[in-house]
């Protein structure tokens, strides 16, 4: 009701509020007169004396915020949450068998790590634009250390048609290691990428592997990262798997993350950017029949003796044809960590 101001003068307004308001989502009584007995009962409510304390709608305005932006750090998880509230991406299901799903599901943006400094951040009130709770950054202990959590400081804000909320999300969550997407029933989901998943497929030279293209650049590598605070102070890392590629050669990198006080989430921060330079350079395409259970991040097993290729890939992107001859093909776009080396 944002748009008439959180307020219900007319017998029109309450007929809006029962269509979905500024959302447009029919979600009230399917009674088409729904609108005008709730009407009669609100006048009822306003004449009668008997209801004096309930306070008056029209004076009720937009509820401030449970807390004050500056007084801490904001979880980046809770800023998404915000933000896909802000987007109408809660209470949008009306058919009966979507409703099973969930709208959201959102991980805290968090590590686990064996120190954490003392403070408080903020997490979001589920469903709820624009409310968050307080909670201690040491709340819970997990059995391999506290966990810490990722952080966005005060004072970000996004301008209306300036930003869309897939550019605001992908804004905040840079340079960690968590994927944002929504998934094929409609849920959005916030989750730390997680590169041990089990093979789902095998693609076999003769038997399910069309044709397969393998290539390995490392001209844009860089085997030594500096990653650098907001308060300008760094961290240098070396992959040494990149290193070996290189041939020994130290190619530097610097990358400002104003998030990574730490010097643990520093190496957070340079782990996700060593894996997306692996990503770039080792790259394999294939095609192959169909198979709509495939999804991206998901890792396959692929063998092929004419290119002495023996090895798991994780999907990075999928592109669906359909041709009068072959039918329906999949052209996957993979890369490949050998994971033998360290980052020092």
């Known amino acids: 009701m944002a748009s008439r101001g959180w307020r219900f003068s007319s017998v029109d307004d309450v007929k809006y509020f029962w269509q979905g308001g500024d959302k447009g989502a029919y979600q009230w009584a399917s ?59 809660y209470g949008w299901r009306s058919n009966p068998q979507d409703i099973y799903y969930p709208y959201a ?24 634009e624009g409310e968050f709770m307080e909670v201690e950054a040491e709340s819970i202990l997990t059995p391999k250390g506290w966990k810490n959590p990722f952080v966005e400081p005060p004072g970000r804000i996004f301008e209306s048609y300036k930003y869309k909320v897939s550019e605001a999300i992908a804004e905040v969550m840079k340079d960690t290691n968590f994927r944002s997407y929504c998934d094929r029933y409609g849920t959005y989901r916030l989750e730390e990428i997680d590169m ?37 102070n760094s961290g240098h890392f070396v992959d040494t798997e990149i290193l070996m590629e290189l041939k020994g050669e130290i190619r530097t990198g610097v990358k400002e993350v104003p998030f990574a006080k730490t010097e643990e ?6 782990q996700r950017i060593f894996f997306d330079l692996k990503r770039l350079c080792r790259t394999l395409q294939i095609s192959i029949p169909g198979n709509p259970v495939l999804d991206v991040l998901d890792r396959i097993y692929i063998i092929d003796s004419n290119t002495t290729t023996r090895e798991i890939y994780t999907i990075k992107g999928i592109r669906t044809m359909f041709d009068v001859e072959n039918g329906y093909l999949q052209i996957l776009d993979l890369f490949w960590s050998n994971n033998e080396g360290a980052l020092l």
């Open 31 to 89: 009674d088409p007169n729904w609108y005008n007995s709730v009407w009669q009962i609100y006048q009822q409510f306003r004449s009668s004396t008997e209801f004096d304390s309930i306070p008056e709608w029209e004076d009720t305005q937009s509820p401030p915020p449970t807390t004050s932006p500056s007084q801490g750090a904001y979880l980046k998880s809770a800023i998404v949450q915000d933000l896909i509230a802000h987007a109408g991406m």
């Open 105 to 128: 599901i959102i991980q805290e943006t968090s590590y686990t790590h064996a120190v954490q400094a003392t403070g408080k951040v903020y997490k979001a009130v589920p469903d709820k």
């Open 265 to 270: 989430q520093k190496r957070l921060a340079a």
């Open 196 to 232: 041990n998943r089990p093979v789902v497929a095998t693609y076999t030279e003769h038997e399910n592997l069309i044709t397969i293209h393998k290539t390995i650049d490392f001209s844009r590598g860089r085997s030594h990262l500096v990653i650098r605070d907001e308060n300008g």
